[in-house]
């Protein structure tokens, strides 16, 4: 018999220890660890997986943000035009109106300068009237004249109303006699006699005679001049002159406007 | 020349006697127990694994794998078992090519007490899964005149199980024995390369046998509720 059964019995007995020997020191630990690691992988696969949705997620919503920038900046651009429209459409008018302002302030200016100039070349025309006027009164002026203006001086002193023969009385008096005669020629003695005598006529009191002193003077064109303390008689043609050049700038001056009102229409179209 | 490890007694007391195989059985469990704690006692589930952790998970991972394909149920119940018997035999086989070293699966004694374990489980396997009533009638099926035939089938399968591990083991050595007195040369070492061969494939077949043994007892049960259900 080769079975001996005292080892059978031994040998059962032996893989029953075995195999609770290397359930509790294989089997069981290396099943856990796999198990561990197992179970671990599918932990990191399930985290793996909700972080993959969570990124996906985030994503979708990171489209969205991104759509929505998108409107936003369109809106934006939008309403950046229309406040640039707007801006340019005020910019415009202002430009405009200054423009018109500017305009408007040059053509007055323009106007003002057209008028003073219009006035300024009246007063010449005027001037240069009287000058030729006076040009042609110095050519015709002689001693004939000169005779004939003392005459009318004389003839002027001699009948001098009431009122300014007292004035002159006055104005001598307060002078001590002392008169001035400007004249444009040479005076002939005679003529200064009878001057004196004249003047002695008016003077009243004891000390009649006048210190007459005699001064030519180119300027008078052709006149006389007496001039006592401040009292002036005189006889002359600058004297008329004068009142010409005066009458003449005072009418001119009076038409100026008028005229222009004409003239600022015309521009006024012409500009048009 | 012996042949049977059992007769080499190496102690004895009293009735105890220590004998080759006993005694070499015992180194092996304590080689794989040693193995197995030094192996487990620094485990990580996670990071680089150690070569002899990867060596044993890829072990028992294939056993599992073999388990889940012959019963096609889930292999926790059955690992301890049929993971200890294969990885006892391989390694008691391999460890043959080590002088000095008697394997003690070359004694009928213990492909018989492995044998007997197995006969002992099948049923314990079977009652555990679909309870003791339902086991009993797969005696007796498909009639109750099968049973004789069954039970016949139950004790021959155990006793073939026990012989084809002893036959190839013992002969293995025993060829060994004969072709060293004819070739002492070169040539036994080729056939101890063949004999680690057959050695991990008869490891292969006595737990894939107890496997499909043992699947087929609790498989029988599911096979009668289809029958009925049809």
């Keep these: ?272 | 020349m012996t042949i049977n490890p059992d007769e080499i007694v190496l102690f004895q007391w009293s009735w105890l006697v220590i004998n080759s195989t006993i005694f070499f059985t015992w180194l092996v469990m304590f080689l794989l127990t040693l193995g197995s704690w030094l192996v487990t006692r620094k485990l990580t589930s996670q990071g680089q694994l150690s070569r002899w952790q990867n060596l044993l998970e890829v072990l028992i991972n294939a056993i599992n794998g073999q388990i889940r394909e012959v019963s096609r149920q889930e292999p926790g119940p059955y690992l301890p078992f049929i993971g200890t018997l294969f990885i006892y035999i391989a390694v008691s086989n391999i460890l043959g090519i080590v002088p000095g070293f008697t394997p003690p699966t070359g004694s009928l004694s213990t492909t018989a007490a492995l044998a007997i374990s197995v006969f002992i489980a099948v049923p314990v396997f079977g009652i555990a899964r679909q309870g003791i009533i339902n086991y009993l009638l797969q005696y007796i099926q498909p009639t109750f005149f099968m049973l004789p035939f069954n039970i016949i089938g139950e004790l021959s399968r155990t006793l073939a199980l026990a012989v084809r591990l002893y036959g190839n083991i013992m002969s293995g050595t025993i060829i060994v024995a004969i072709l060293l007195t004819i070739t002492p040369l070169i040539f036994p070492v080729v056939m101890q390369a063949l004999g680690l061969l057959t050695g991990l494939i008869q490891a292969y077949i006595f737990a894939i046998l107890a496997m499909v043994y043992i699947a087929s007892a609790s498989q029988a049960h599911e096979e009668i509720q289809k029958k009925g259900e049809k």
């Design chain 1, 1 to 272: 018999m080769i079975i001996n059964w005292y080892t059978v019995i031994f040998q059962i007995i032996n893989f029953i220890v075995l195999v609770f020997l290397l359930r509790r020191f294989l089997y069981g630990p290396i099943i856990q660890a796999m198990d561990d690691r197992e179970q671990k992988i599918m932990q990191r696969e399930e985290d793996a997986a909700a972080k993959k949705r969570e990124a996906e997620e985030e994503s979708r919503t990171y489209v969205e943000k991104k759509e929505e920038l998108e409107e936003k900046e369109e809106e934006i651009k939008e309403e950046v035009r229309k406040a640039a429209d707007k801006e340019k459409q005020k910019m415009l008018e202002e430009a405009r109106r200054e423009v018109g302002e500017t305009r408007q302030r040059w053509e007055e200016a323009f106007e003002r300068e057209k008028e003073s100039f219009i006035t300024e070349l009246r007063r010449r025309i005027g001037l240069q009237a009287c000058s030729v006027a006076r040009s042609c009164l110095e050519d015709l002026a002689d001693s004939r004249l000169e005779e004939l203006t003392w005459e009318v001086f004389m003839d002027k002193i001699s009948k001098l109303p009431a009122e300014e023969r007292s004035s002159l009385q006055e104005a001598l008096a307060s002078d001590n006699n002392r008169v001035l005669l400007k004249t444009t020629f040479d005076s002939p003695a005679e003529k200064i006699k009878e001057l004196k005598k004249a003047l002695r006529e008016i003077i009243s009191g004891a000390n009649n005679e006048p210190d007459l002193s005699v001064k030519t003077d180119q300027t008078l064109v052709c006149g006389l001049e007496l001039d006592a303390g401040g009292y002036r008689v005189a006889w002359n043609i600058d004297s008329y002159l004068e009142g010409v050049q005066e009458h003449i700038l005072k009418e001119l001056e009076e038409e100026a406007p008028t005229a222009h009102k004409g003239e600022v229409a015309e521009g006024g179209q012409t500009e048009s």
